[in-house]
């Protein structure tokens, strides 16, 4: 009898702690998505700064901006690293593998804004984060859905 009861409560904390462990993984790997995103910012910036005086390259319009793949498959979890440069600030894309989670393949932005003479970052998540995935789309980044906001951290929830 004791046995029984020892599984039963065995079972109840595996019920609680398998779906806990599973968000708290992938959220280590939307982390480790952010620390190769903050490597490829200074070359970010260096290239926005480089280029804004030429204004044929860097178009207002959200079509046909240069783009360049920063880290491509640099973890198990992680597609790719994108960089998009606009005249008004880089934006990464960070694109999770389909094994990141269930459904389907999704991508978290972080955006680069002049402010003040020097660049500020922050990430982007949820419903937010779509108008920057479509600047990615628009320029043939293959690209997900917005990573939903209970993953992301709390410095890109809003």
């Known amino acids: ?11 109840l904390l595996a019920a609680f702690a398998v779906p806990s462990y ?13 620390l190769i995103a903050q490597a490829a910012k200074p070359a970010a910036v260096e290239e926005v ?7 044929s390259a860097y178009q207002t319009q959200a079509r046909f901006l240069p783009v360049t ?6 973890s ?7 960089r998009i440069d606009r005249s008004s600030g880089p934006i990464l894309i960070i694109n999770f593998s389909k094994a990141f989670g269930p459904g389907s393949k999704l ?8 402010g003040d003479g020097k660049f500020t970052w922050r990430c982007i998540a949820g ?8 600047v990615g789309r628009d320029n043939g980044v293959a690209v997900g859905e917005p990573l939903p906001l209970d993953l992301a951290p709390s410095d890109c929830r809003g």
Not at 1 to 11: F, K, S, Y
Not at 69 to 74: D, F, G, L, N
């Open 127 to 134: 419903d937010d984060a779509m108008p920057y995935i479509m």
């Open 49 to 55: 700064v480089a280029n804004a005086q030429q204004s």
């Open 107 to 114: 991508s978290l932005p972080v955006v680069g804004s002049r």
């Open 22 to 34: 599973g968000t708290y993984t992938r959220r280590v790997w939307v982390s480790e998505g952010l």
């Open 69 to 74: 793949v920063v880290a491509s498959r640099p």
């Open 76 to 82: 198990r979890m992680i597609d790719s690293v994108v």
């Open 1 to 11: 009898m004791e046995v029984l009861i020892a599984l039963a409560v065995v079972a």
